[in-house]
């Protein structure tokens, strides 16, 4: 599917209804200018919402403030065995894997020598927080954690996190261990398009089947109660990742989908689970209702084929099509039927097939808001001196046929005009 990246700046100055919500605006007051207020009331010190298709952001709060991301980290970890790993490989927990993360809270009680899959390890590391599994996942993708903790760093640099840093895998709370709501929700959004990061990601439970040392199955319910039954279930979520640590309190990162609309957010430094919830779901509930995903899918947008000829000859056909759908972020307030798709073609008059392009331009309310490059194809016809006699001797054939027919039809009224002059016998 084909979208346009970013809600056009035309739609921002024709309609008066920003893409970045942020701050509303109020009277200047000495109280109001040192606090802000936003256009969602949360009690959460950063926050972000953006657009999951496009990546725009349309509600932010302190946004870029370095905080701690808890178990958020594991967001990264399973994204890079997902990216590296085969789901059905088998990993062993080993002695050197077992004595690099803190036995006392958020393990799944792997024993060493015990031996799961890559799949068994990503979903217990995501759902339950597992840092056991995500030892596994780290020596199985990068030798050792301290390479493995090298490779989220450089993804993140990669990905343009700046305000990123990982000082460990699992999400242990240090200084050194930060990151931001704007970077997660990037990160996130580039994860759940690995289509094995988006399946653990979104499941609210897990079985693991009984292994080398662990004879009855393990049922994992997914931490997080956005996506399964219990006091904050919400029914647009599909998938979160809850963490916290004694130090920075709670944070919540989650997608939501809506009438085609897809949502990511993330709340940081929550004092509770409970506000953390709370929060997001303020936050999800405000996005839907005041944005819009509008799709215009290609049997709408429809084909053109431009005729080529040479020398007046009818040499090939250049067939445009869409490749797949388009679709844009608009406030809710505005009429979705007033977005409307044309073909415009380029070059049309030449003569060689390869020149000519086209492309859907979209407009909202008459107003450019983006195009998108069209799919060719070229159906081409033989125009040498044999393939156009053809025609010409088939030409001459039909008019010969003609006349034949024309003769025998004249024939035969001719003999029975003089057959009736004839006295009779």
């Known amino acids: ?21 942020e701050e509303t605006a109020e009277e200047e007051t000495e109280e109001t200018a040192s606090q802000p207020v936003y256009a969602v009331d949360v009690s959460a010190p950063s926050a972000i919402l953006i657009d999951r298709d496009s990546g725009s952001v349309l509600f932010d709060k302190n946004s870029s403030a370095h905080m701690d991301q808890a178990s958020l980290n594991k967001i990264m970890a399973v994204y890079l065995a997902a990216s590296t790993l085969s789901g059905s490989q088998n990993i062993t927990m080993s002695s050197e894997a077992f004595q690099t993360y803190d036995h006392s809270s ?35 993708a990068a030798v050792n954690p ?5 490779r989220m ?17 699992f999400g242990y709370y240090s200084e050194g261990n930060y990151s931001t709501a704007a970077d997660s929700a990037a990160l996130l959004r580039e994860a759940l398009k690995n289509e094995v990061f988006a399946g653990v990601f979104s499941a609210s439970s897990y079985t693991i089947s009984p292994t080398n040392m662990q004879s009855q199955p393990r049922v994992l319910a997914n931490d997080c109660q956005l996506i399964r039954e219990g006091g904050y279930t919400y029914p ?45 779901v303020r936050i999800f509930n405000w996005g839907f209702e005041n ?32 490749g797949g759908n388009f679709s844009v972020l608009l406030p809710a307030s505005i009429d979705a039927s007033l977005l409307t798709a044309e073909i415009i073609t380029s070059n049309e008059d030449s003569a060689d ?29 033989d125009v040498s001196f044999e393939a156009v006699e053809l025609p010409l001797i088939k030409q001459i054939l039909d008019y010969f046929s003609i006349a034949v027919l024309a003769f025998v039809i004249m024939f035969r009224g001719i003999r029975n005009f003089f057959g009736a002059l004839e006295p009779p016998e």
Not at 146 to 150: M, N, P, Q, R, S
Request: hydrophobic fraction near 40%; aromatic fraction near 6%.
């Open 106 to 140: 958020g393990v799944l009680w792997i024993q060493e020598g015990e031996t799961l899959s890559v799949s068994d390890a990503m979903y217990a590391t995501m759902l339950q927080s597992a840092n056991d599994t995500c030892a596994m996942l780290a020596e199985a």
């Open 291 to 322: 944005y819009q995903t509008v799709t215009i899918t290609g049997e709408q947008i429809g084909t053109k084929t431009v005729e080529v000829y040479q020398n007046r000859k009818h040499s090939a056909d250049v067939v445009f099509s869409s």
């Open 146 to 150: 301290d390479d493995f903790l090298a």
């Open 1 to 21: 599917m084909r979208k346009i990246l970013a809600v056009i700046a035309v739609l921002l100055l024709g309609f008066c209804l920003p893409v970045h919500a």
């Open 353 to 381: 097939p390869e020149e000519i392009t086209a492309q859907v331009v979209f407009k909202l309310d008459g107003e450019t808001i983006g195009t998108d490059k069209m799919d060719r194809k070229i159906e081409t016809y």
């Open 153 to 169: 760093n450089a993804k993140a640099d990669e990905l343009g996190m700046a305000d990123t840093h990982y000082d460990n895998i």
């Open 236 to 280: 647009d979520a599909v998938g979160g990742k809850i963490g916290s640590t004694r130090q920075k309190g709670y944070v919540l990162a989650a997608c939501a989908e809506r009438n085609g609309t897809k949502l990511i957010a993330v709340v940081l430094g929550e004092d509770s689970g409970d506000s953390a919830y709370r929060d997001i």
